[in-house]
Structure formats: structure tokens, C-alpha cells
């Protein structure tokens, strides 16, 4: 399995000092904001059928969401939106306080580094070792280089990588590779985490053990989305869940066993560090899909 | 510039051929490069150092079938001559005017039959106001049908011809350039294409566009710096042959090959002019096509 990913508190990670203790902490009054907004967005890819109709959605900092649907329905076109892959054909998008569509293009990179994302296909550099993967966003953000080798080489450790920080990813297995892209993802210490199915490719212990992943950065007040098809999942921890079906949102409300931080683990075998908790994060996600 | 004040990212894989033919194409442009520049300015050294010589000097020919009175009349010049302020007059042997004959006619064929002119060399002190007329004025009672040549006719066409080839190795040094530039456009354009997928990744992670130019810049800058070091090594190897060609062939009838200190110069900054070249060519054409994605 290559090593044991129970959460053990990544020193870099629950530092406190180092996240942003409210995710808009520069814009005025945002912590009692929306993450993000979306009001009537529709979608289309050229000149094609939109993919995305009237979505009106809102999430709060360090909520934990699933977004769920069938094939086609349009989950991974809104996950593009949210992680600034693509703007809407129409509609606004608010994301940490910034309008979306108005926005210039120059702008994006500094929301980008805001945002950390998990894709399907993981989408590593495979000419790059596991640790350079990781580095990347900080590099490109500009940090210094023994910072960087120190915090890749900590959260690369946590998430039990250690051993193969210089592997490179055609040698790892799906696993591995998807723990170095959750690494990438969270190396900044993203305010939203987005994940297009991350269990999609590993077995059932390792999604499992993901997903505690996950729920822990969530608990750390990082707003997180996966996206999954797994049912399994759903049921297995209890947070709100986005679906969507036909380019629309159909809201399902969050479980009764959803507790005070929004997201909760039904009948885990993985055994869990004390986890760190941060005040005033992990608020329960309020979605609201003004359309249905 | 940010290249070389940036750590590279290292985010472009480098290919076990190190940039392809890319290299060896800017070498070549290179070579080409070096050829023009070095025929442009030491054509211009050396129709500049004729020009020095000749403009303070005249040339009075005596041509008699008696080579005697020929002689004679060129003996008499020279006395006239020689009584004109801040000028003097040489005859030259027979020995001298023979080797002047030997770039045309060829080592040992100038026979001693041949009838020779006399010669008189006339040079003037730097500051004489002495004009072809003057000089004409003077040894016109003594040799009225002796040839008074300023060479200024013939230095004029020389001069004509050294700034057309200037000019033409000016154009063809802006050609090279240009295609350089177009080259290395197109080398980073099919480069951006076959790495899309990884910039879309540097994007989404919060890459700027100049960060991902400067990656380009700086692997270019490496190419440029490549092909102009090899560009430069085979000009110089060209032209340490061509140079002691050109001096077996005949010194009288080819300039001496001198390449002057600016010359030089220009000549060893060839590869930093490669390298800025690809560099910028490399960073603008990213720039330019990253604008048209989101």
C-alpha cells in the first residue's frame, strides 16, 4: 500500500500560524461571506448545447461537500468553473470575493493558488520526481527553495510517502499518484479543495483512507468538494451532497448524522491521530440551490 | 531578461536530444552570422587602410619607348617635385615597379623585355593642401606627357563596391536574424503545442504566464547559447583557412585580411547575441499565444 496515510497531523499543514485563519481575511468583513457564489451560471463549450443550466449555488468557508451525478450530468464542467478552468456563458460566479467574470485574465493566478485541485487522471509531471511534483505550487509561488524541500519532504511523509519522494510518477502505482497529487493540492493550503474522484482509481482501504484525508484537511478549514460517483462513499460519511443531473442541481440535504463539523465518518476502520481543530472552521456547508 | 535572474522551474522535460536540430540550425544561422560580419568589417578595415595610403599619394607615370629618357624625365620630376612644400617624390626601382606588376602577370613572368613605365611615388606631408593639378602644374614643363593618377577614380569605385558589400552583408546579416527569429518562433510554438496539457497543469496551479515564458526563455537561451558557440568555432575555423588562402594566393592583388578590435569584439559576443535572440524570441512568442487561453 506503500505506507500508512492515517492523518498524523502534518506539522506544515495544522500550523496555524501559516493558514489563513479566515479564507477572505483581506476583504473586509469576508469571514462571514460566501467562499463562493454562483447565481443563475449556465455553460456551454463553444457554440454547442449548455451543460450547465441556472446553477445558483453557495458555499461557506470550511464546508465539506460531495458532488454527485451520473455521467454527462456536468460535474467535472463545474468543477472547471470552480477551480478557473473555464468561465460561465452566463451568470456570475463569486469566488473569494472576486467576481469571476469580470475578472482579467491576469488576476486568475492569484485565486488559482488559492485553490487546490485533485483531478481524475491525478495530471503529474511525469518527467518530475514525487517531491518536485509537490513543490511546484510553492515554487511557482515564489517560495524559498529550502522551505520548499522541507514542507514537501513533511507532507510527502504524512501522507506516507516518504520512501518515495524521488520516484518519479510512471513508477508508482495509482495509489501513490494519487497521494502526490492530494500532496500537490494541499501543499498551498488551499481554502477550496476540489477532487474529481479521487477514489476512482484505488481500492477500497485506499479510498477509505483518502477520504480521511480529506476530511481532516476539511476540519483544518479548507472548503472541500469531491465529486464522486461511489455510493458506498456517500453513505460511509455523512456531509451535504450537490447533485446534479442534466446540467442542473438538485439539492440533497445534509444526513442527520452529519454532526457540528459538517462532515462525519460512519463506521471507519481507519484509525485517526487526534486531529487538530481550528476555531471557527468547519461550519456545516449551507447549499442552497435557488433553482429547484 | 527574468531568465537570468529566475531560477528555471525545470518544468520542461529535457529531451535526450537537447532541443532536437534546434541547435544546429542556430549554429548554422550563426556561421552565416559570422561570415557576413567579418566580410563587412574587414573589407570596410581594409578599403579604409587603402584609403589611408592613397590619399597622400600620387603617382606621375613616364611612358617612353627609350626607357633611358624615360628615366631621365622621371629624374627631373622628382627634382620638381621635390621643390613643392611638404611633399616628397620617389623614383621607384626598377625592382619596386616590376613587383607591382607581379599580382597580375604572376611571380617571374614579368620579363626583362617588358617595357616598364617610370615611376614616381609622391607622397604628402599629413596637411598639404596638394591637389592632382598642382602636381601636373608642376612637372608639366619637364614630362608634358607623363600620367598624374591620384587613384582617387579607382578609390571611389573601391569604396563603391566595399559599401554595396556592406550593405549586402548588412541585409544578409538582418535575413539571418530574421529567419533565427522565425525558426525559433516556430520551435516554440510546436514546443507549446506538445506540452499543452502541462501548462494547462501550471495554470491551474497558479503559474503565470511569465513564469512558464521564462521556462521557455531559459531552455532557448541554453539552444541559443549552443548553436552560437558552435557557429562561432567553425567561422573561426573558416576563416583561419580562408585567411591563409587569401595570403598564399597573392598580397598584392587581395587586401591583407584584418579583422579590427570592434571586429573582434562583435565576433566573440556572437553567442550572447544567439542567446538573447532565442531567449526573447522564445519568451514574446509564449506570451503571445498563452493570451489566447483563459
Known sequence: MGGDIAVRGSRYLTDKSQWRSCPLQNEPGSCMSNLVKFENVGMRYGVGPEVLRDINLTLEPASFHFLTGPSGAGKTSLLKLLYLAERPSRGL???????????????????????????????????????????????????????????????????????????????????????????????????????????????????????????????????????????????????????????????????????????????????????????????????????? | MIAFFRRPLNFLPETRDSGGILPWVIAVMMYLCALGLVAALSLNAGVKSWGANLDRRISVQIVDVDRDLAIEKAKQVVAVVGQLQRVRARLLSDVEVRALLEPWLGVGNVSEDLPIPAIVDVIFDPGAEITRDDIELAV????????????????????????????????????????????????????????????????????????????????????????????????????????????????????????????????????????????????FTVLSQLKTTI
Open chain 1, 93 to 292: 460566479i463569486n469566488l473569494f470575493g472576486k467576481d469571476i467574470v469580470s475578472l482579467p485574465r491576469k488576476a486568475l493566478p492569484t485565486l488559482r493558488r488559492r485553490i487546490g485541485v485533485v483531478f481524475q487522471d491525478f495530471r503529474l509531471l511525469d518527467h518530475l520526481t514525487a517531491l518536485e511534483n509537490v513543490a511546484l505550487p510553492l515554487r511557482i509561488a515564489g517560495a524559498k527553495e529550502h522551505q520548499v524541500s522541507e514542507h514537501v519532504k513533511e507532507l510527502l511523509s504524512w501522507v506516507g510517502l516518504e520512501d518515495r519522494i524521488d520516484a518519479k510518477p510512471p513508477t508508482l502505482s495509482g495509489g501513490e499518484k494519487q497521494r502526490v497529487a492530494i500532496a500537490r493540492a494541499v501543499i498551498g493550503r488551499p481554502d477550496l479543495l476540489l477532487a474529481d474522484e479521487p477514489t476512482g482509481n484505488v481500492d477500497p482501504e485506499m479510498s477509505e483512507r483518502l477520504m480521511h484525508l480529506f476530511v481532516e484537511l476539511n476540519k483544518l478549514g479548507t472548503t472541500t468538494i469531491i465529486a464522486t460517483h461511489d455510493i458506498a462513499l456517500l453513505d460511509r460519511i455523512k456531509a451535504n451532497v450537490i447533485r446534479i443531473e442534466k446540467g442542473r442541481l438538485i439539492t440533497k440535504p445534509p444526513s442527520a448524522l452529519a454532526g457540528s463539523q459538517g462532515v462525519e465518518v460512519v463506521g471507519s476502520s481507519i484509525e485517526m491521530d487526534a486531529p487538530p481543530t481550528i476555531s471557527g472552521s468547519g461550519a456545516i456547508a449551507a447549499v442552497r440551490t435557488d433553482n429547484d
Open chain 2, 140 to 283: 608639366i614643363n619637364v614630362a608634358p606627357d607623363a600620367r598624374v593618377d591620384d587613384h582617387q577614380q579607382w578609390l571611389a569605385q573601391l569604396r563603391d563596391f566595399a559599401h554595396l558589400i556592406e550593405a549586402l552583408a548588412t541585409l544578409i546579416l538582418f535575413l539571418v536574424v530574421m529567419t533565427t527569429v522565425a525558426i525559433v518562433t516556430f520551435g516554440t510554438r510546436a514546443r507549446l503545442a506538445a506540452h499543452q496539457a502541462m501548462i494547462d497543469i501550471l495554470h491551474l496551479i497558479g503559474a503565470e504566464d511569465h513564469i512558464i515564458a521564462d521556462e521557455f526563455g531559459y531552455r532557448f537561451m541554453v539552444y541559443g547559447v549552443r548553436g552560437g558557440v558552435i557557429g562561432l568555432v567553425a567561422a573561426l575555423v573558416t576563416l583561419f583557412f580562408l585567411g591563409r588562402i587569401a595570403a598564399s594566393v597573392g598580397s598584392g592583388l587581395l587586401p591583407e585580411f584584418q579583422l579590427p578590435l570592434a571586429g573582434m569584439i562583435l565576433l566573440g559576443l556572437l553567442p550572447i547575441a544567439a542567446a538573447l535572440i532565442t531567449m526573447l524570441t522564445a519568451r
